[in-house]
């Protein structure tokens, strides 16, 4: 067995990572730190933007989801919605797994090398965008640099926001002695608010003694300023990249 890693993304998701994972003898143990709503008829406004941003797809030149959870809500409207997705679209998404769920509709997304807003910022279709207009399938809130420096390129951009965050809540100790039990000493961390609800949930010793992976820098300054210890950097969250910077760790030590 090669060590013990903490996957910390929402119930349902990096199911073929862990497997991955698995194959390669690392024990990985899911445990989500935040819970994911999507919007129902229930939440009222919120829900009504999102379903008519849905409706006026085919006004958009380029739409791009930031999440693997926005892409699988989005893929499951645009089905309802769209019997062919339009045509005329340039489609990018963040990462492979925020890829993944358009295969099913025959889409193509476009991906950056580094798995980040700003890879994305530096592929070549995204440069001028001048009278274009850009959907962003997303959550609700997160970060606005993408989309400001989309604005500063000239386009004009939406957000269509298909889903919030929650919290999950542990019990005093509960994940500490999670991490206890199976002797977990790495832990894989995609976003900031993940970062933060590990560190609410953990005291000083009980962080360090975890090698924190991230995927950028962002996250990483996030972490020091949460005087984390060991921070690493794996700008391609898949199976491959996070294998090999889990060697390189295992080699620094």
């Known amino acids: 067995m090669e060590g013990a890693l903490l996957i910390t993304r929402p119930q349902g998701q990096g199911l073929d990572l862990i497997n991955d994972l698995s194959q390669a003898g690392w ?130 951009v939406h957000y269509c926001e298909l889903y919030r965050r929650a919290p999950i809540t542990f019990n005093k100790g509960e994940l500490a002695t999670l991490l206890s039990q199976e002797h977990i000493h790495y832990a894989l961390l995609t976003s900031g608010e993940m970062l933060q609800q590990l560190a609410n949930e953990l005291d000083y010793e009980e962080l360090n003694s975890l090698h924190i992976i991230v995927p950028s820098q962002r996250i990483a300054l996030m972490a020091a300023k949460l005087n984390i210890q060991h921070i690493y950097v794996c700008d391609k969250i898949n199976s491959q990249g996070i294998l090999e910077c889990l060697k390189r760790i295992k080699h620094s030590h």
């Not at 045509?87 to 509709?105: H, N």
């Not at 193509?108 to 009278?131: A, C, F, I, K, Y």
């Open 27 to 156: 024990h990985c143990v899911h445990q989500p730190l935040l819970r994911i709503e999507p919007f129902t008829q229930d939440h009222g406004k919120p829900f009504h933007t999102m379903k008519q941003h849905i409706m006026d797809l085919d006004i958009y030149d380029v739409v791009i989801s930031v999440s693997g959870n926005a892409s699988s809500l989005a893929v499951n409207w645009i089905d309802q919605y769209w019997p062919q997705p339009p045509v005329g679209i340039d489609w990018y998404a963040v990462g492979p797994s925020s890829a993944k769920a358009f295969q099913s509709l025959h889409i193509d997304m476009r991906v950056p090398t580094h798995n980040h807003s700003e890879g994305l910022l530096e592929l070549d279709g995204l440069q001028d965008l001048t009278h274009k207009k850009v959907l962003i399938f997303r959550g609700v809130g997160g970060r606005e640099h993408l989309a400001d420096t989309l604005a500063a390129r000239g386009a004009q």
